[in-house]
């Protein structure tokens, strides 16, 4: 049920950052910023799938650096690094709200406080650690991938977005596990490893996907 699941999810964040593009570059720019929010949120949830136990978050990270991509490929860099700004943005108003909410005394009806304390408590670290990751990659994302844009000239952007998802996905798990979940979950270099296979799964799945339709869209 889960790979089921796994390959339902892909597919939707897939599907949904093609219709983002379609609709113009705000609406990519606001689901790039939803992706990142929701990968903090659920982060801390492991699943079992094929066998390993990674976080329910990877398809997220893919489907953010995936979106970056076509804002670059269609709308240049300024509108990517506005873009990552306003991610960073809503990190920052994400975590300082959460931390609020847990600030409000429950009322003796309340049946749900206690399980937002035990997901948003360790938000603040997390989302630290994901903003400085996240800022960095995105940065590098732009960057590499405007280089494999350049060194060719603007053709094979199934090779240049496969080459350039990998790398950075590499980097960012790498640096967020050991930021962001060191001494909070087990199994740390477990979870690098899964989190890569699941990653490649997930980049195998969407970049063809949206490579398929890019010709088809008028942005």
């Not at 136990?53 to 990270?61: E, I, L, M, N, Y």
């Not at 790398?167 to 960012?172: E, G, H, L, R, S």
Request: hydrophobic share 60%; glycine share 6%; aromatic share 14%.
């Amino acid at each position: 049920m889960n790979e089921l699941l796994f390959l339902l999810h892909v597919i939707i964040i897939t599907v949904f950052t093609i219709a983002a593009l379609r609709l113009g570059k705000e609406a990519l720019i606001a689901t790039i910023s939803i992706f990142c929010i929701l990968a903090n949120l659920f982060v801390l949830k492991q699943i079992t799938l094929f066998g390993m136990h990674p976080t329910g978050t990877d398809a997220f990270s893919v489907g953010a650096i995936l979106g970056l991509n076509l804002l670059q490929e269609y709308f240049g860099k300024n509108v990517a690094k506005k873009a990552i700004w306003i991610c960073f943005f809503t990190l920052v108003l994400y975590t300082i709200v959460s931390q609020i909410h847990l600030g409000y005394a429950a009322s003796a009806h309340d049946l749900l406080s206690h399980h937002y304390k035990a997901i948003l408590k360790f938000m603040p670290r997390i989302v630290i650690a994901s903003i400085a990751v996240t800022i960095f990659v995105m940065f590098l994302d732009r960057f590499f991938y405007g280089f494999l844009k350049q060194t060719f000239k603007g053709k094979y952007f199934l090779l240049r977005s496969f080459i350039s998802v990998v790398v950075i996905q590499a980097i960012d798990t790498v640096l967020f596990t050991f930021l962001g979940l060191y001494g909070i979950m087990s199994n740390i270099w477990d979870i690098i490893l899964v989190s890569m296979v699941i990653k490649l799964a997930t980049i195998a799945i969407s970049v063809p996907i949206i490579a398929a339709f890019k010709g088809r869209v008028k942005a």
